[in-house]
């Protein structure tokens, strides 16, 4: 782990460098695109969430098997896949009387999978 140097991080200067505040600033999305993607990583913040997703990048389930697979009853299973599914995140399929979730697209496979690579190169 590294040590934080307080000297090496401050910035002791006063100049604003124009040319590359003017090209990020063009380069900005739009307010409401960054608040969105914000309250998506919220999402990301309850381990439970994680671990659903998880599970489910593995493989379809129905809310059963998840709630066995983490020992949680199956409301609190309900209550997160519902979030997950309202932040479109988890898709579900119905089989007669069966309801079966998985992840919405591959998107959410890929930010799964960065995160977890990013947060495995400190162990």
Excluded: W
């Excluded at 900005?28 to 914000?38: C, E, R, T, V, Y």
């Excluded at 381990?47 to 489910?56: D, G, M, N, P």
């Excluded at 979030?83 to 930010?111: C, F, P, Q, W």
């Amino acid at each position: 782990m590294e040590l934080y140097n307080d000297e090496l991080d401050r910035c002791d200067c006063n100049t604003i460098h124009e040319e590359v505040v003017e090209k990020v600033r063009s380069d900005m999305p739009d307010d409401d695109l960054l608040i969105d993607m914000a309250d998506t990583f919220k999402l990301f913040c309850d381990s439970t969430r994680v671990k659903i997703l998880y599970a489910l990048m593995k493989a379809e389930m129905c809310v059963c098997d998840i709630s066995v697979l983490l020992n949680m009853t199956k409301s609190s299973v309900s209550h997160q896949l519902r979030i997950l599914k309202s932040a479109n995140l988890v898709k579900n399929r119905k089989v007669g009387r069966v309801v079966y979730y998985s992840l919405a697209d591959e998107h959410v496979s890929t930010i799964f999978n960065q995160c977890m690579i990013h947060v495995e190169e400190k162990y």
